[in-house]
DNA sequence: AATAAAGCTGTAATCGATTACATCGAGTGG
DNA sequence: CCACTCGATGTAATCGATTACAGCTTTATT
């Protein structure tokens, strides 16, 4: 591979020159510009990006640390981080915990090793005190979660209001008992959901709802599914936090000869692909996954630009699809 | 953030014996060793990788091509391949080129400005010829699909044998005419399999297959089946070429009053979790997705190694797996 | 015409590591 | 006692870019 001082030799102007072409500055003369642009062609020079990244100290990447690509919630949100990198040059750095926090800090000593700008958490269990002390030294945003006080920058929906209006769909469909599987860990999302379901209880006076707590494999979550219907056979409404759960409802009824849909609704959250090819298509609580990711970009961009940039909330909408569930 | 220099400054050896004893060079006497260390634990100290990378003339990270990241399939070939990333202390850069030549291009300019060592092409669209001319500068090798004659090293399943299998076993649960979906592209994986479905047909005289070519999305895929099932209700075996369109082909069924596994059976290549949450659950060709990214790591690597490794065909075992279609 | 200003380009220091080679003291053998 | 080896460390060049500053032309100003 040929070098800047190649192109400088070739061209016969100096590297300064080279590298102000490089970098557009408008100080060199129309003729130099076109002079060593012949010479970079000729040579089929790349500007060495290592080199320019130790001078300039920045890696142009960003991290970004999400739980498990084999998701494709988070394949979709990656999508949207991926789309607004590539806008802006950059190239993300892509840490899947496998939700396994040695992983974690395994990535983010990319951070300190100058490797990588910045830091986008999506649906992260790092702990608030973690953050905290990563967002001292780099810039950071997170994505779906937040924490109260917030030490970065956050995007997600209005979880509350989501649920909020999950629970009134169910209830003006003629659900009278709905029961909500929100998944085991205390997180933002978990917490704002169930306070949007409560709220839809007291609001609407002809709907029960009740909280299922707990975070179980396909095969047991279905069996809590079938078991907790066996016993409450008057549970005509399901509300489950991700599609790939509300497939298993979805098969949990069927195991039952009960008819998704009609003899118990099913409403679940994302509206990833799955949601698309179960038979019956799930209704679901659509998140704007690609622009999740999109905004956490732009936002975690903002703190990048500036060193003491304001941090921000970011609330996107999302919106409740009614197919076949 | 300190430096080399700094930690030679606080423990008054020279910046020379520090980098030893970041690389655990044997020659520096364990006293040495213990104050240096001590000095790099006072600081916080962190080895730059870009300055070294740029010294050594390594980036430490390679390059993943893959088609899109919104598909589980490619989702868990990507956990192998961060695996074994893992494994040798790299970093993946992961290029989804959605379906994009641009794309393609904008990741390979990585390879050449320094910031990657080598590529895994996984399910690639790139070109025989522009494979060959990446291939001469860089360590690269291909996963799921090949050439002939091959560039670079592969690793895939022996497709023409799994769609073999998978016809047999439907002939032998009593399916007389079966349509294999093969998507639209030319590609190896897809003329390999048309092979192994045309075999069987040869083979076992009582079943005769038909081969449907074409790459269509959802809805227009289910209405091919629909149409053709009208056209020829003769046909109890579909084979589809992934799980996604499995999930299709089971719409399509139970649109049509038909029972999939009983009415048409059906069997899916891939084995992702599509396969395990459609109701009832997809028969399939299950691909060792995980091994097929691991291996292709442990074929780049010898490539990385030797300058001149020679090119290697890696067929893993696949698996066909009953379950209720 | 002298001088100041502006426009371009070059020189050389710098980013933070690695590493060939030099150096220096201690130990060894004759 | 001298020469030599060996072990441990240091000196300084190097990777390939960026950029402050210097320096040389050319143009503008008075």
């Given amino acids: 591979m040929s070098t800047i001082k190649d192109v400088a030799k070739y061209c016969g102007y100096s590297v300064a020159t080279v590298s102000r072409v490089i970098n557009d500055d408008p100080i060199v003369k129309a003729e130099t510009r076109e002079k060593v642009l012949l010479a970079i062609r000729a040579l089929k020079y790349r500007p060495n990006l290592v080199a320019k990244n130790l001078r300039t100290q920045k890696s142009n990447s960003i991290l970004v640390m999400i739980p498990t690509i084999a998701n494709p919630y988070y394949a979709e949100v990656l999508r949207g981080i991926e789309q607004g990198v590539k806008e ?39 702990t608030s005190d973690r953050l905290t002390e990563v967002a001292k030294k780099h810039p950071a945003v997170m994505c779906n979660e937040y924490f109260d006080p917030m030490p970065v920058s956050y995007v997600s929906i209005n979880n509350e ?68 219907l066996e016993e409450n056979p008057e549970i005509d409404g399901l509300i489950m936090n991700s599609d790939v759960n509300g497939s298993v409802a979805i098969r949990a009824l069927v195991e039952m000869d009960l008819v998704p849909g009609k003899d118990v609704r099913i409403i679940s959250f994302d509206g990833t692909i799955i949601s698309e090819i179960t038979t019956p ?41 009614i197919r076949e569930t």
């Fill in 281 to 321: 298509m799930l209704s679901c609580v659509k998140q704007p996954l690609f622009d999740l990711g999109y905004k956490a970009v732009w936002l975690l961009e903002k703190q990048m630009k500036e060193e003491n940039a304001p941090i921000e909330r970011l609330i996107l909408s999302h919106e409740v699809t």
């Fill in 161 to 228: 209001d989501a649920a909020y209006e999950a629970a009134c769909e169910l209830a003006n469909a003629g659900c009278k008992q709905i029961a909500y599987f929100s998944g085991v860990r205390d997180s933002s999302s978990s917490l704002d959901r169930s306070r949007g379901v409560k709220r839809a209880e007291e609001e609407c006076e002809s709907v029960a709802v009740s909280i299922i707590r707990g975070e179980d494999d396909l095969h047991s979550l279905k069996n809590k599914i079938r078991r907790i």
């Fill in 88 to 126: 802006t040059e950059m190239n993300p750095i892509i840490g899947t915990v496998e939700f396994d926090p040695k992983h974690m800090d395994h990535f983010l000593e990319l951070l300190d090793s100058n490797q990588a700008d910045g830091v986008i958490f999506i649906s992260s269990s790092i």
